[in-house]
Protein backbone atom coordinates (compact mmCIF):
# COMPACT_ATOMS: atom_id res chain seq x y z
CA UNK A 1 0.00 0.00 0.00
CA UNK A 2 2.47 2.48 0.82
CA UNK A 3 4.19 1.89 -2.33
CA UNK A 4 1.26 2.38 -4.22
CA UNK A 5 1.01 5.59 -2.75
CA UNK A 6 4.64 6.75 -3.48
CA UNK A 7 3.96 5.77 -6.90
CA UNK A 8 0.39 7.70 -7.37
CA UNK A 9 2.23 10.80 -5.78
CA UNK A 10 5.02 10.61 -8.08
CA UNK A 11 2.80 10.17 -11.26
CA UNK A 12 0.92 13.42 -9.74
CA UNK A 13 3.97 15.25 -9.44
CA UNK A 14 4.91 14.79 -12.94
CA UNK A 15 1.50 15.33 -14.45
CA UNK A 16 1.11 18.19 -12.36
CA UNK A 17 4.74 19.56 -13.92
CA UNK A 18 3.90 18.49 -17.11
CA UNK A 19 1.18 20.86 -17.42
CA UNK A 20 2.84 23.50 -15.48
CA UNK A 21 5.49 23.41 -18.83
CA UNK A 22 2.67 23.88 -21.07
CA UNK A 23 0.94 26.14 -19.79
CA UNK A 24 4.45 28.20 -19.54
CA UNK A 25 4.91 27.49 -23.27
CA UNK A 26 1.50 28.34 -24.04
CA UNK A 27 2.41 31.94 -22.24
CA UNK A 28 5.14 32.65 -24.76
CA UNK A 29 3.16 32.31 -26.95
CA UNK A 30 0.66 34.36 -26.45
CA UNK A 31 -1.01 36.80 -28.68
CA UNK A 32 -2.13 40.44 -26.94
CA UNK A 33 -4.09 43.33 -28.73
CA UNK A 34 -3.67 46.89 -28.53
CA UNK A 35 -6.76 48.61 -29.15
CA UNK A 36 -10.12 46.69 -29.27
CA UNK A 37 -10.33 45.20 -32.50
CA UNK A 38 -10.67 42.51 -31.47
CA UNK A 39 -11.05 39.81 -28.70
CA UNK A 40 -7.94 38.92 -26.70
CA UNK A 41 -5.89 40.48 -24.42
CA UNK A 42 -6.57 44.37 -24.55
CA UNK A 43 -3.62 46.83 -24.29
CA UNK A 44 -4.52 50.71 -24.34
CA UNK A 45 -0.45 51.55 -25.94
CA UNK A 46 2.14 49.39 -27.38
CA UNK A 47 4.00 50.40 -24.55
CA UNK A 48 1.80 48.70 -21.95
CA UNK A 49 1.64 46.07 -23.98
CA UNK A 50 5.45 45.57 -24.01
CA UNK A 51 5.33 45.86 -20.27
CA UNK A 52 2.44 43.51 -19.69
CA UNK A 53 3.36 40.63 -22.54
CA UNK A 54 5.20 37.50 -21.70
CA UNK A 55 8.43 37.57 -23.73
CA UNK A 56 7.96 35.98 -26.80
CA UNK A 57 4.03 36.92 -27.28
CA UNK A 58 3.02 38.46 -30.75
CA UNK A 59 1.55 42.13 -30.18
CA UNK A 60 -1.55 42.91 -32.62
CA UNK A 61 -1.48 46.88 -32.80
CA UNK A 62 -5.07 47.57 -34.12
CA UNK A 63 -5.80 50.65 -36.57
CA UNK A 64 -5.35 53.61 -35.22
CA UNK A 65 -3.09 56.82 -33.62
CA UNK A 66 -0.46 55.83 -30.77
CA UNK A 67 1.12 58.85 -29.39
CA UNK A 68 3.98 57.38 -27.45
CA UNK A 69 7.98 56.44 -27.34
CA UNK A 70 8.26 52.21 -26.91
CA UNK A 71 10.89 50.91 -25.44
CA UNK A 72 11.21 47.37 -25.96
CA UNK A 73 13.71 44.95 -23.69
CA UNK A 74 12.01 41.59 -24.39
CA UNK A 75 11.83 39.73 -27.45
CA UNK A 76 8.42 39.88 -29.47
CA UNK A 77 6.57 40.58 -32.72
CA UNK A 78 4.91 43.72 -32.99
CA UNK A 79 2.63 44.12 -36.06
CA UNK A 80 0.47 46.44 -37.41
CA UNK A 81 -2.76 44.72 -38.26
CA UNK A 82 -5.93 45.12 -41.01
CA UNK A 83 -9.39 45.28 -39.78
CA UNK A 84 -12.19 46.13 -42.08
CA UNK A 85 -10.86 48.46 -44.77
CA UNK A 86 -8.55 50.09 -42.24
CA UNK A 87 -4.98 49.48 -42.39
CA UNK A 88 -2.91 51.50 -40.57
CA UNK A 89 -1.12 51.97 -37.25
CA UNK A 90 0.66 54.86 -36.72
CA UNK A 91 3.06 55.78 -33.49
CA UNK A 92 3.19 59.44 -33.44
CA UNK A 93 5.19 61.25 -30.71
CA UNK A 94 3.49 62.44 -27.24
CA UNK A 95 1.68 65.77 -27.42
CA UNK A 96 4.97 67.44 -25.44
CA UNK A 97 7.16 65.79 -27.72
CA UNK A 98 9.81 63.24 -28.11
CA UNK A 99 12.26 63.17 -24.84
CA UNK A 100 15.06 61.40 -24.40
CA UNK A 101 14.72 57.91 -23.58
CA UNK A 102 18.35 56.27 -23.75
CA UNK A 103 21.54 56.34 -24.85
CA UNK A 104 23.29 55.26 -28.22
CA UNK A 105 25.99 52.85 -27.97
CA UNK A 106 28.58 55.36 -27.77
CA UNK A 107 27.05 57.60 -24.75
CA UNK A 108 24.99 60.30 -26.75
CA UNK A 109 21.54 60.52 -25.92
CA UNK A 110 18.92 59.51 -28.19
CA UNK A 111 15.02 60.37 -28.52
CA UNK A 112 13.84 56.89 -30.82
CA UNK A 113 10.27 56.56 -31.18
CA UNK A 114 10.19 52.72 -31.00
CA UNK A 115 13.91 51.49 -29.25
CA UNK A 116 14.82 48.33 -28.91
CA UNK A 117 17.57 46.93 -26.61
CA UNK A 118 19.28 43.72 -26.40
CA UNK A 119 16.47 41.68 -27.52
CA UNK A 120 15.38 39.79 -30.67
CA UNK A 121 12.37 41.89 -32.05
CA UNK A 122 10.07 41.76 -35.19
CA UNK A 123 8.39 45.17 -36.16
CA UNK A 124 5.96 45.57 -38.78
CA UNK A 125 3.38 47.08 -40.61
CA UNK A 126 3.06 50.23 -38.65
CA UNK A 127 3.81 53.66 -39.74
CA UNK A 128 6.25 55.57 -37.62
CA UNK A 129 5.77 59.12 -38.05
CA UNK A 130 8.23 61.65 -36.28
CA UNK A 131 5.66 64.80 -37.14
CA UNK A 132 5.47 66.94 -34.10
CA UNK A 133 8.56 66.06 -32.36
CA UNK A 134 9.49 69.28 -31.01
CA UNK A 135 13.00 68.64 -30.96
CA UNK A 136 15.23 71.98 -31.84
CA UNK A 137 18.93 73.01 -31.87
CA UNK A 138 22.42 71.37 -33.05
CA UNK A 139 22.49 69.63 -29.86
CA UNK A 140 21.41 66.23 -28.03
CA UNK A 141 19.59 64.28 -28.59
CA UNK A 142 19.81 62.32 -31.66
CA UNK A 143 16.13 61.98 -33.59
CA UNK A 144 15.24 57.94 -34.86
CA UNK A 145 12.27 56.71 -35.81
CA UNK A 146 13.35 52.67 -35.38
CA UNK A 147 16.46 52.03 -33.57
CA UNK A 148 18.00 48.81 -32.50
CA UNK A 149 20.82 48.63 -30.27
CA UNK A 150 23.00 45.07 -29.40
CA UNK A 151 19.74 43.54 -30.83
CA UNK A 152 18.58 40.88 -33.49
CA UNK A 153 15.36 40.93 -35.87
CA UNK A 154 13.75 42.03 -38.77
CA UNK A 155 12.22 45.33 -39.60
CA UNK A 156 9.81 44.67 -42.51
CA UNK A 157 6.73 46.12 -44.44
CA UNK A 158 7.03 49.43 -42.39
CA UNK A 159 6.58 53.46 -43.32
CA UNK A 160 9.26 55.23 -41.53
CA UNK A 161 8.84 59.15 -42.39
CA UNK A 162 9.75 63.12 -41.24
CA UNK A 163 12.35 62.20 -39.40
CA UNK A 164 13.70 65.56 -39.14
CA UNK A 165 13.89 68.48 -36.19
CA UNK A 166 10.80 70.41 -35.78
CA UNK A 167 12.83 73.42 -36.26
CA UNK A 168 15.31 72.48 -38.61
CA UNK A 169 15.12 75.77 -41.16
CA UNK A 170 16.96 77.32 -38.69
CA UNK A 171 19.14 75.23 -38.09
CA UNK A 172 20.87 74.29 -41.26
CA UNK A 173 23.51 71.62 -41.37
CA UNK A 174 22.17 69.23 -38.23
CA UNK A 175 23.61 65.97 -38.06
CA UNK A 176 20.42 64.74 -36.96
CA UNK A 177 17.54 62.68 -37.71
CA UNK A 178 17.96 58.71 -38.36
CA UNK A 179 14.82 57.11 -39.76
CA UNK A 180 16.22 53.58 -39.34
CA UNK A 181 19.25 52.88 -37.32
CA UNK A 182 20.75 49.31 -36.47
CA UNK A 183 23.98 49.82 -34.16
CA UNK A 184 25.91 47.15 -31.87
CA UNK A 185 29.07 46.21 -29.91
CA UNK A 186 29.50 42.88 -30.76
CA UNK A 187 28.99 40.84 -33.74
CA UNK A 188 26.44 38.87 -32.28
CA UNK A 189 23.41 40.98 -34.14
CA UNK A 190 21.74 39.77 -37.16
CA UNK A 191 19.23 42.36 -38.45
CA UNK A 192 17.24 42.44 -41.52
CA UNK A 193 15.76 45.57 -43.38
CA UNK A 194 13.27 45.13 -46.10
CA UNK A 195 10.45 46.39 -48.19
CA UNK A 196 10.37 49.39 -46.03
CA UNK A 197 9.17 53.38 -47.25
CA UNK A 198 11.17 55.49 -45.70
CA UNK A 199 10.79 58.82 -46.59
CA UNK A 200 11.84 62.63 -45.87
CA UNK A 201 14.62 61.93 -43.10
CA UNK A 202 16.88 64.62 -42.01
CA UNK A 203 20.50 62.57 -41.80
CA UNK A 204 19.94 58.69 -42.52
CA UNK A 205 17.69 56.66 -44.21
CA UNK A 206 18.76 53.36 -42.90
CA UNK A 207 21.96 53.04 -41.03
CA UNK A 208 24.29 50.27 -39.73
CA UNK A 209 26.36 50.90 -37.04
CA UNK A 210 29.26 49.19 -35.07
CA UNK A 211 31.72 49.64 -32.61
CA UNK A 212 33.82 52.14 -34.62
CA UNK A 213 37.03 50.10 -33.59
CA UNK A 214 38.02 49.47 -37.65
CA UNK A 215 36.65 48.13 -40.60
CA UNK A 216 36.85 44.18 -38.78
CA UNK A 217 33.78 45.34 -35.88
CA UNK A 218 32.94 44.34 -33.78
CA UNK A 219 29.45 45.27 -35.27
CA UNK A 220 26.11 44.25 -36.67
CA UNK A 221 25.48 41.84 -39.61
CA UNK A 222 22.36 43.67 -41.67
CA UNK A 223 20.41 42.94 -44.46
CA UNK A 224 19.49 46.01 -45.76
CA UNK A 225 16.77 44.83 -49.23
CA UNK A 226 14.57 45.94 -51.41
CA UNK A 227 13.36 49.16 -49.32
CA UNK A 228 12.16 52.39 -51.18
CA UNK A 229 13.98 55.43 -49.38
CA UNK A 230 13.27 58.92 -50.34
CA UNK A 231 15.33 62.36 -48.93
CA UNK A 232 13.91 65.32 -48.87
CA UNK A 233 14.81 65.78 -52.43
CA UNK A 234 13.34 68.95 -54.00
CA UNK A 235 12.25 70.13 -50.44
CA UNK A 236 15.57 70.33 -49.30
CA UNK A 237 16.23 72.21 -52.96
CA UNK A 238 13.54 74.84 -51.91
CA UNK A 239 15.61 75.31 -48.66
CA UNK A 240 18.58 76.04 -49.53
CA UNK A 241 20.90 77.08 -47.33
CA UNK A 242 18.74 75.94 -44.34
CA UNK A 243 18.37 72.44 -45.72
CA UNK A 244 19.12 70.10 -42.64
CA UNK A 245 21.81 68.14 -43.26
CA UNK A 246 23.78 66.02 -46.04
CA UNK A 247 21.87 62.96 -46.32
CA UNK A 248 22.80 59.76 -47.05
CA UNK A 249 20.30 57.20 -47.94
CA UNK A 250 21.47 54.26 -47.10
CA UNK A 251 25.33 54.16 -44.36
CA UNK A 252 26.97 51.16 -43.75
CA UNK A 253 29.59 52.32 -41.33
CA UNK A 254 32.01 51.60 -38.58
CA UNK A 255 32.61 47.80 -39.03
CA UNK A 256 29.16 46.66 -39.49
CA UNK A 257 29.29 43.86 -41.87
CA UNK A 258 26.29 42.47 -44.68
CA UNK A 259 24.58 43.54 -47.69
CA UNK A 260 22.64 46.50 -49.56
CA UNK A 261 20.50 44.54 -52.33
CA UNK A 262 17.52 46.11 -54.45
CA UNK A 263 16.65 49.09 -52.72
CA UNK A 264 15.43 51.62 -54.73
CA UNK A 265 17.42 54.97 -53.14
CA UNK A 266 16.56 58.99 -54.86
CA UNK A 267 16.57 62.52 -53.50
CA UNK A 268 19.15 62.88 -51.22
CA UNK A 269 20.66 66.21 -51.91
CA UNK A 270 22.96 68.93 -50.07
CA UNK A 271 21.86 72.13 -51.83
CA UNK A 272 24.73 74.88 -50.50
CA UNK A 273 27.29 71.72 -51.90
CA UNK A 274 29.95 72.96 -54.33
CA UNK A 275 32.49 70.66 -55.95
CA UNK A 276 35.07 73.21 -54.25
CA UNK A 277 33.79 72.25 -50.69
CA UNK A 278 34.71 69.23 -48.82
CA UNK A 279 33.24 66.66 -46.42
CA UNK A 280 29.54 68.00 -46.78
CA UNK A 281 27.87 65.78 -50.32
CA UNK A 282 25.17 63.73 -49.78
CA UNK A 283 25.09 60.07 -51.31
CA UNK A 284 22.31 57.21 -52.29
CA UNK A 285 24.31 53.91 -50.50
CA UNK A 286 27.44 55.30 -48.48
CA UNK A 287 29.86 52.35 -46.94
CA UNK A 288 32.19 54.05 -44.58
CA UNK A 289 34.90 52.34 -43.02
CA UNK A 290 33.55 49.13 -43.09
CA UNK A 291 35.18 46.40 -45.27
CA UNK A 292 33.68 43.05 -47.24
CA UNK A 293 30.20 45.34 -48.33
CA UNK A 294 28.42 43.64 -51.01
CA UNK A 295 25.87 46.36 -52.95
CA UNK A 296 23.94 45.14 -55.56
CA UNK A 297 21.61 45.11 -57.75
CA UNK A 298 20.28 48.64 -56.26
CA UNK A 299 18.64 51.66 -58.60
CA UNK A 300 20.05 55.24 -57.22
CA UNK A 301 19.10 58.57 -58.78
CA UNK A 302 18.95 62.49 -58.57
CA UNK A 303 21.74 62.12 -55.06
CA UNK A 304 25.38 64.24 -55.18
CA UNK A 305 27.27 60.95 -55.09
CA UNK A 306 25.50 58.03 -56.01
CA UNK A 307 27.48 54.67 -54.70
CA UNK A 308 30.32 55.45 -52.31
CA UNK A 309 33.09 53.26 -50.40
CA UNK A 310 35.00 55.55 -47.95
CA UNK A 311 38.69 54.64 -45.62
CA UNK A 312 38.75 56.73 -43.14
CA UNK A 313 42.06 57.22 -41.45
CA UNK A 314 41.00 56.75 -37.71
CA UNK A 315 38.07 54.05 -38.25
CA UNK A 316 39.82 52.07 -40.82
CA UNK A 317 39.42 50.89 -44.17
CA UNK A 318 35.88 50.45 -46.94
CA UNK A 319 38.54 47.99 -48.77
CA UNK A 320 36.52 45.00 -50.86
CA UNK A 321 33.50 46.48 -51.62
CA UNK A 322 31.44 44.40 -53.99
CA UNK A 323 29.30 47.03 -56.45
CA UNK A 324 27.65 44.49 -58.94
CA UNK A 325 24.21 45.42 -61.33
CA UNK A 326 23.60 48.52 -59.64
CA UNK A 327 21.57 51.82 -62.13
CA UNK A 328 22.47 54.80 -60.98
CA UNK A 329 21.24 58.10 -63.10
CA UNK A 330 21.64 62.05 -62.18
CA UNK A 331 23.89 62.50 -60.29
CA UNK A 332 24.83 66.66 -59.14
CA UNK A 333 28.37 67.65 -59.19
CA UNK A 334 29.66 64.28 -58.36
CA UNK A 335 30.33 60.32 -59.37
CA UNK A 336 28.18 57.85 -60.16
CA UNK A 337 30.27 54.95 -58.30
CA UNK A 338 33.17 56.39 -56.27
CA UNK A 339 36.07 54.63 -54.95
CA UNK A 340 38.12 55.96 -51.79
CA UNK A 341 39.20 52.86 -50.99
CA UNK A 342 40.82 49.78 -52.20
CA UNK A 343 40.92 46.63 -53.91
CA UNK A 344 36.72 46.99 -54.44
CA UNK A 345 34.76 45.52 -57.43
CA UNK A 346 32.54 47.83 -59.66
CA UNK A 347 31.28 45.69 -62.67
CA UNK A 348 28.00 45.36 -64.65
CA UNK A 349 26.80 48.60 -63.29
CA UNK A 350 24.32 50.81 -65.71
CA UNK A 351 25.33 54.55 -65.33
CA UNK A 352 23.45 57.33 -66.92
CA UNK A 353 23.99 60.78 -66.90
CA UNK A 354 25.88 61.49 -63.52
CA UNK A 355 27.53 65.18 -63.99
CA UNK A 356 32.05 63.85 -62.64
CA UNK A 357 32.05 60.35 -63.63
CA UNK A 358 30.39 56.81 -64.00
CA UNK A 359 33.17 55.24 -61.63
CA UNK A 360 36.03 56.74 -59.84
CA UNK A 361 38.98 55.19 -58.40
CA UNK A 362 39.89 57.86 -56.36
CA UNK A 363 43.14 58.21 -54.53
CA UNK A 364 41.98 61.14 -52.06
CA UNK A 365 41.03 59.16 -48.78
CA UNK A 366 44.91 58.50 -48.60
CA UNK A 367 46.62 55.97 -50.74
CA UNK A 368 43.17 54.41 -51.96
CA UNK A 369 41.52 54.34 -55.47
CA UNK A 370 44.49 51.10 -56.18
CA UNK A 371 43.74 47.46 -56.54
CA UNK A 372 40.14 48.48 -57.99
CA UNK A 373 38.64 45.93 -60.80
CA UNK A 374 36.10 48.45 -63.18
CA UNK A 375 35.07 46.21 -66.12
CA UNK A 376 31.42 45.50 -67.95
CA UNK A 377 30.05 48.65 -66.67
CA UNK A 378 27.61 50.70 -69.32
CA UNK A 379 28.45 54.41 -68.48
CA UNK A 380 26.67 57.08 -70.94
CA UNK A 381 26.57 60.82 -70.45
CA UNK A 382 29.27 61.72 -68.00
CA UNK A 383 32.35 64.45 -67.92
CA UNK A 384 34.53 60.64 -67.49
CA UNK A 385 33.21 57.20 -68.17
CA UNK A 386 36.40 56.20 -65.78
CA UNK A 387 38.02 58.89 -63.67
CA UNK A 388 41.59 56.75 -62.54
CA UNK A 389 43.21 58.53 -59.93
CA UNK A 390 44.41 55.73 -58.52
CA UNK A 391 45.71 52.74 -61.11
CA UNK A 392 42.66 50.59 -60.64
CA UNK A 393 42.78 47.98 -63.68
CA UNK A 394 39.94 49.11 -66.57
CA UNK A 395 38.21 46.49 -67.96
CA UNK A 396 36.50 46.70 -70.74
CA UNK A 397 33.35 49.41 -70.54
CA UNK A 398 30.56 50.28 -73.01
CA UNK A 399 30.70 54.17 -72.98
CA UNK A 400 27.89 55.99 -74.90
CA UNK A 401 28.45 60.42 -75.11
CA UNK A 402 30.82 60.12 -72.48
CA UNK A 403 33.63 63.72 -72.95
CA UNK A 404 36.58 61.06 -71.73
CA UNK A 405 36.45 57.43 -71.64
CA UNK A 406 39.35 56.93 -69.48
CA UNK A 407 40.83 60.07 -68.16
CA UNK A 408 43.73 59.62 -65.47
CA UNK A 409 43.86 61.73 -62.22
CA UNK A 410 40.78 62.86 -59.84
CA UNK A 411 39.35 65.58 -61.60
CA UNK A 412 37.33 66.02 -65.05
CA UNK A 413 36.86 69.12 -66.73
CA UNK A 414 33.67 70.35 -66.74
CA UNK A 415 32.16 70.07 -70.33
CA UNK A 416 29.66 68.59 -71.80
CA UNK A 417 27.11 66.98 -70.05
CA UNK A 418 26.49 67.98 -66.43
CA UNK A 419 28.56 71.63 -67.20
CA UNK A 420 25.15 73.72 -66.35
CA UNK A 421 24.85 71.51 -62.97
CA UNK A 422 28.29 72.42 -61.97
CA UNK A 423 28.35 75.97 -62.87
CA UNK A 424 24.55 76.52 -60.91
CA UNK A 425 26.07 75.31 -57.99
CA UNK A 426 28.63 77.96 -58.03
CA UNK A 427 32.07 75.73 -58.45
CA UNK A 428 35.51 75.93 -60.10
CA UNK A 429 34.25 73.64 -62.81
CA UNK A 430 36.51 71.34 -60.85
CA UNK A 431 36.54 68.41 -58.94
CA UNK A 432 38.90 68.95 -55.75
CA UNK A 433 39.73 66.08 -54.80
CA UNK A 434 38.51 65.29 -51.67
CA UNK A 435 36.76 62.79 -49.35
CA UNK A 436 33.20 64.18 -49.97
CA UNK A 437 30.35 61.99 -48.35
CA UNK A 438 28.75 63.28 -45.38
CA UNK A 439 28.49 60.41 -42.90
CA UNK A 440 26.48 60.12 -39.70
CA UNK A 441 29.46 60.36 -36.90
CA UNK A 442 27.86 58.89 -33.69
CA UNK A 443 31.60 58.31 -31.85
CA UNK A 444 32.27 62.29 -32.62
CA UNK A 445 28.81 63.80 -31.59
Sequence with gaps: ????????????????????????????????????????????????????????STIDVCPGTYTEQVVVTKNFTIVGIAVGTADSAVVLPPSGGLMTNGSDIFGNPVAPQIFVQNAVVTISHLTVDATGNNLAGCGAPTLEGIYYQNSSGTITDNVV???????????????????????SLTDNSTVTISNNFVQSYQKNGITATGAATGSSGPGPNVTITSNYIVGLGANALNWGAAAPAAENGVQFGFGASGKITTNVVIDDIWPPDTSSQSGNA?????VYASAGISVLNNDVGSTQFGIVAVTDPTYGPADGTIITGNKVTGTQIFDAIDLCSNGNSAQGNFLFGNTESGIHADSSCGGTGT????????????????????????????????????????????????????????SSNRHQSKARPSPYMPAKK
Design 282 to 286: ASGIL
Design 371 to 426: GETIKGNTISGSCAGVLNGGGGAIGANTYLNVTNTVLNGNICPAVGVGADALKAAG
Design 161 to 183: RNQYQSDFANFGGCQNGLAINVE
Design 1 to 56: MIKKKILLRTITIVAAGLIACLLGQAAQAATVIVGTCKPGVQYPTISAAVAGAPAG
